[in-house]
């Protein structure tokens, strides 16, 4: 098997079959006398995702908002209001397709590696195996977000309708509200002249209670939407930085962008933990050249660390590819035996070795 650098875009006619996870989707591309045995993969380089998770509260005042402290005693908004609450932020190290190192495999006839398997932007995954190392978990999802809110329409007395008055109608509610509260009890300290035949008859004897309740208080209190939903920022590095401002918050407001003013900054640091040595051109000229097989990554390692005011609110070590190396499989690795023959699982974001295993399945 030899491997050449493309110097110009390569056409191929392949033959694939999807593979698909939760998140990533992958292709096995077969090399064989049709695209002359050769298949054409990228190396991933690093890219930092920040991703900011909010939580937007939309508080919208009741009809009776104006009586809740002296009916409920309690004060509440007269005004709607949309508030903000920052959450969480993570970084993560997601690839990206490197076009500058495109590498084209000729996989020789009688070759004991047949197939490559590649995302669908062309990184590569795996050498004779279908696997795809595991993405970073979701965040929340908009329409799973947690979610209050109190939009029933309470089943009042008709002299609520009639009142000529909106002190008159706080009247009437409150003491709706609180003939509701009576019932629930009742039935719960059994006060009452016919219970609920069985468990499944008083659970929905008690939630229709509960929701006349929740509505009818929320005449007074008003109505509260909370939904969280995640914002992104992207990041290339290239050295490392400190005190970043990555993007700004406030809590009337929201996440935004770095050079608004009205928010307050959260700040990105990012440093070096490990990294290759630094190469003139002639010795990188040397090293790329050196090269024989499947090339791939070994990524550097930086610190990353978060921070608004004091406050740490993310510090982790993270994959740089920039930062660090680009190796090769020897070619002798795929020159053995059938019996003998290794699958290897690439890191799609990273595109360094995850996993060498033998035709037992046993890591080597």
């Known amino acids: 098997m030899t491997l050449k650098r493309l110097l110009t875009a390569v056409c191929l006619i392949i033959c694939c079959r999807n593979i698909t996870d939760a998140q990533a989707q992958v292709s096995r591309y077969h090399a064989n006398e049709s695209n002359g045995f050769g298949v054409v993969y990228m190396l991933p380089q690093s890219r930092l995702r920040v991703e900011a998770l ?3 509260t939309d508080y919208t005042p009741g009809k009776l908002s104006a009586y809740a402290l002296k009916y409920l005693n309690q004060n ?13 932020v993570r970084v993560l190290s997601e690839g990206v397709p490197d076009r500058e190192h495109q590498y084209l495999v000729e996989f020789k006839p009688g070759t004991v590696a047949p197939y490559l398997s590649l995302t669908a932007n062309g990184v590569i995954v795996g050498i004779n195996t279908d696997a795809v190392a595991p993405d970073a978990a979701a965040w929340a999802d908009p329409t799973q977000a947690e979610t209050h809110s109190t939009r029933v329409i309470p089943t009042l007395p008709q002299e609520y309708n009639l009142a000529g008055s909106l002190h008159k109608k706080a009247e009437l509610a409150a003491q709706h509200l609180f003939y509701v509260r009576e019932s629930s009890m009742n039935i719960v300290t059994g006060d009452v002249d016919a219970m609920p035949k069985d468990g499944q008859a008083m659970k929905i004897v008690m939630d229709r209670l509960a929701q006349e309740e929740a509505a009818t208080r929320a005449l007074f209190v008003g109505d509260t939407v909370r939904r969280q939903f995640v914002q992104s920022f992207l990041i290339t590095p290239t050295e490392p930085f400190a005190d970043k401002v990555i993007f700004r918050f406030s809590e009337q407001l929201g996440v935004l962008e770095a050079d608004d003013l009205a928010g307050e900054p959260v700040r990105m640091t990012l ?17 790329e050249k050196s090269l024989k097989g499947i090339v791939y990554n070994r990524p550097g390692v930086g610190e990353v660390q978060v921070i608004r005011a004091q406050e740490i609110l993310y510090q982790s070590q993270l994959h740089i590819t920039q930062w660090g190396i680009r190796q090769s499989l020897a070619p002798k690795m795929f020159k053995d035996k059938q019996d003998q023959t290794p699958s290897i699982l690439f890191d799609p974001d990273t595109g360094g070795i995850l996993k060498v295993q033998g035709p037992d399945g046993k890591t080597l």
């Open 54 to 56: 909010v939580e937007r």
């Open 271 to 287: 440093r070096e933990v490990e990294r290759a040595p630094q190469m003139d051109d002639k010795q990188a000229e040397k090293h």
């Open 76 to 88: 509440v908004g007269l005004e709607a209001m949309v508030s903000y609450r920052l959450l969480k």
